[in-house]
Every structure is written in C-alpha cells, then in structure tokens.
C-alpha cells in the first residue's frame, strides 16, 4: 500500500522491498559486480595492512613478516600463471568460428596441412587461400593479433606487422595474394604460393617473447 503525503507518493515496508529488489535485478550491477580475483586482493591487502600495522608488527617480528609476504607473492603469481590469462583462452575460442569470410574450425596445422596438399595437387588458388587462413589462424592461436569480427586478409595483414614489423611487406604480399585470388579472380602461381608458404614459417618459427620483446 502506498501512502500521499501531499504530492510525495512513500511506499510501505512491503512495496520498499519490492521496489529495491527490481533495481538490483538491472543488470549493470551484476556488472559492476568485483571478480573473484578483486576480492582475493582486496582481502589480501587488508591482511597485509593489518600484518604490518605497528601493533602487529613489533609482535610478529621482521623475518617472520618477510617470509609471510614472500608466501603471499608466490602464491598471487601462482594464481596468475594458472588462471590470469582468460584473454588467451577466448581468442582461441574465438578463432575456431568465421574465419575471412567463411565458416571454418581447422587449425592452424590443419589448414597449413590442406594446403601443401592442394599445392602438391597443382591446385594454386585453394592452397593459396588456406595458407593464408593458416597465417591468421596461427596468429589468432597465438594470442598474437585480436581482430575484429569480420576482418579482412588486409586488416589481419597490418594487425600482424604491428608484431612483425620486419615482414610488413610480406604479409602486405600475402593478403594481396589472398584477396586476387578470392576475390578477383586472378589465379595464383606456384611462385605466388612459395612466398606466402615461406612467409607462414618464418612467422610460426618466430617465439612470442622474441616478437614481444
């Protein structure tokens, strides 16, 4: 029941909760909401604050304090290394869908191994379009490059010398070699094809650190 007071509607107990309820079921507090990684630390630093606090302290001792903390730190990296990299995780996941402009859920070595079939069949075109997807497959496997959804040979090609700027012209080659083909009709050679194939294993031979670093 709702109660005027002048122009002021007050609701009841009852229709309070109601009201309160409906306007914590919007979504964008569940949101808001802290991850489960936000409250460890948050519980984490008020452990630490309340350790190193003088009244703690002067009790605890400065090598026990040293050893706590050291226990705590290698127990947040290990927490990290296990589960701190969903990015990783979710580009995979994502990479297994549309893939320029079609639906494919090969691998890497997959793709790259229908090609070399495709090529010792003489068969230019499929094998130059499947070893560029093998290109941005790896690359998507790797955590590498983060491509819109939709993304052409083009974009991939620039996405991916940002990382590799040494092989900017050769991947700049193979997305113009991807897109004549797929697009424009215009066959592929074995020349045209070796490229693209030789610039795949120079990227896939490339360590992520040694590119990141």
Known sequence: M???????????????????????????YADAKPTWFDLVARDVGRFLAD??????????????LIIVTVIIAAALIAALIIWGRPRSSRAVRRARGDLLGASDDRSAAQLRSDAERAARDGDWDSATILRYRAIARS???????????GATAQSIAREASAVFTDEADAMRRAAVAFDDVRYLGHPATAASYRDLADTDDRLRARRPEAVMA
Not at 53 to 64: K, L, Q, T, Y
Not at 139 to 148: G, T, V
């Open 2 to 28: 709702i109660r005027r007071l002048d122009d002021l509607y007050v609701p009841d107990g009852d229709e309070a909760r109601r009201w309160a309820e409906e306007e914590l079921s919007n979504p964008r």
């Open 51 to 64: 350790l190193f606090s003088s009244e703690n302290g002067a009790g605890v001792g400065p090598s026990a």
């Open 139 to 149: 690359l998507l496997e790797r955590d590498l490059i983060d491509p819109a959804p």
